[in-house]
């Protein structure tokens, strides 16, 4: 019966892990090819994700998730040829968890900081004298809201795998071996 729910339970991981690739490789593309020109008093105007800095970190911080990711992929493709539990795998659980939780709160954060960089280009900001970026470049920011939405669906992905890896690295422990108890 548990040898089913391990098996379950890699299977559910690694769907949510190509899952959060395609909608962090989706955010990167949608948010980092975006660009849309428009001719402003006799002046070509183009506006591009570098234009705000919270899109660029996005972008290179989906980036890095998903790279991470595909790594965690091919290692647990690795692992399975050596099967077996010692006090590496514990380890390597730990630092797996640990990683994929800085992985979520990063992005996150990223997707955070972009959104309201976002919402300051769509409204505009009087006292700092920021004019509305979107009532002249549309398409422009229809895409990166498109881009954010994608963006926090991986986010919450990435918050999945996080507690999928929790649960693998505190399924080793248990009561007995934790207080170093010996079973009759």
């Known amino acids: 019966m548990r040898a089913g729910m ?14 959060a690739i395609l909608f962090l490789v989706l955010t990167a593309c949608l948010v980092g090819l975006d660009a849309q020109s428009k001719r402003i008093f006799y002046t070509e105007r183009k506006a591009t994700f570098k234009d705000l800095d919270a899109l660029m970190v996005l972008v290179y911080v989906e980036s890095a998730a998903a790279c991470y990711n595909l790594l965690h992929l091919c290692k647990r493709s690795i692992s399975t040829w050596f099967e077996g539990y010692s006090k590496w ?3 390597v659980s730990w630092v ?13 954060g990223a997707n955070l ?3 309201q960089s ?11 004298q920021w004019m509305k970026l979107c009532n002249r470049y549309s398409r422009f920011c229809i895409q990166i809201g498109g881009g954010l939405l994608g963006g926090f669906v991986a986010s ?6 996080s507690s ?3 649960f693998d690295l ?6 007995k071996r934790f207080l170093f108890l010996k079973s009759a």
């Not at 976002?118 to 700092?128: H, L, P, Q, R, S």
């Not at 919450?156 to 795998?161: D, N, S, T, V, Y």
Request: include cysteine.
């Open 6 to 19: 391990e098996l379950g339970l890699s299977e559910i991981s690694v769907f949510l892990r190509l899952s």
């Open 89 to 91: 795998s514990l380890c």
């Open 96 to 108: 797996i968890l640990l990683v994929d939780q800085v992985a979520a709160y990063i992005t996150f």
């Open 113 to 115: 900081a972009a959104l």
């Open 118 to 128: 976002a919402v300051f280009a769509v409204t505009g900001e009087k006292d700092f």
């Open 156 to 161: 919450l992905l990435m918050a999945l795998l």
């Open 164 to 166: 999928i890896s929790a």
């Open 170 to 175: 505190f399924r080793h422990y248990s009561p």
